[in-house]
């Protein structure tokens, strides 16, 4: 099955400043790219996502890119601020179900 | 749109309790739900997909007659935990989409429900 690696775990950057997380699968066949950003006890939110005949896509402060023939797949988030605070997810998804990365804990600092 | 809700959003119970949550979605037809479970500072772990009508698929390791899933109509599927212990002590969270083919399509998420079982 599918195996999504997330990196890092923890960041911590100072508001304004830009904030990048790394994920990498395993299975060629994955199509399917969103990411989540889930705030302590709430529901995941879905934050923007990318389809594999596309290889980046942007919307305001938030971008995802997409390198298909490395299977990795980053979320920037530029001019960070202090409500971006919370734990961002990446997923994959081929013929089948979403699999999620760890998870990145995002601190931004006034 | 695609607002999903789930109750209740928070259990408290005693040992040997079953526990029912339900998940529905409002505003569309969900023929695909799915329901996770998150443990603290952990990601979330799919227990089982349930199509309407149809009998629930569950991943490896999550039995079947302890998380009973019932996915009857087009807006609502139901989690039941039976004799709950407090190891099942868990955020579940639910999701729908409301496509058949859902491989590459975003899911929308439950407020989740926050079980403690004492």
């Known amino acids: 099955g599918e195996n999504v690696e997330q990196h890092p775990s923890t960041l911590s950057v100072q508001e304004g400043d830009s904030a990048v997380i790394k994920c990498t699968y395993s299975?060629?066949?994955?199509?399917?790219f969103p990411w989540y950003k889930q705030e302590l006890g709430k529901r995941p939110q879905l934050i923007i996502d990318?389809?594999?005949?596309?290889g980046e896509k942007k919307d305001q402060r938030i971008a995802v890119t997409l390198n298909k023939t490395a299977k990795h797949f980053s979320l920037h988030i530029t001019e960070t601020q202090p409500e971006d605070s919370a734990v961002y997810f990446c997923?994959?998804?081929?013929?089948?179900?979403?699999?999620f990365g760890k998870g990145t804990m995002l601190l931004v600092s006034p | 749109g695609a607002v999903v809700s789930q109750h209740p959003s928070w259990v408290i119970c005693k040992s040997g309790t079953s526990v029912k949550i339900e998940c529905r979605s409002l505003?569309?037809?969900?023929?695909?739900m799915f329901w996770y479970r998150q443990f603290p500072k952990q990601s979330l772990m799919l227990m089982a997909t349930?199509?309407?009508?149809?009998?629930?698929?569950?991943e490896q390791g999550v039995e079947k007659d302890k998380f009973l899933i019932n996915h009857a109509s087009l807006t609502l599927s139901t989690l039941t935990v039976t004799s709950a212990h407090p190891e099942d002590s868990s955020f579940y969270i639910c999701?729908?989409?409301?496509?058949?083919?859902?491989?590459?399509?975003?899911?929308?998420f439950g407020d989740g429900t926050r079980l403690s079982i004492l």
């Open positions: 999701s729908a989409t409301g496509l058949l083919d859902y491989s590459n399509q975003p899911q929308h």
């Open positions: 299975d060629s066949a994955s199509n399917y």
């Open positions: 990318i389809r594999s005949n596309v």
């Open positions: 997923a994959a998804s081929g013929y089948s179900t979403l699999t």
């Open positions: 505003d569309f037809q969900a023929t695909t």
């Open positions: 349930s199509n309407e009508g149809s009998k629930a698929t569950y």
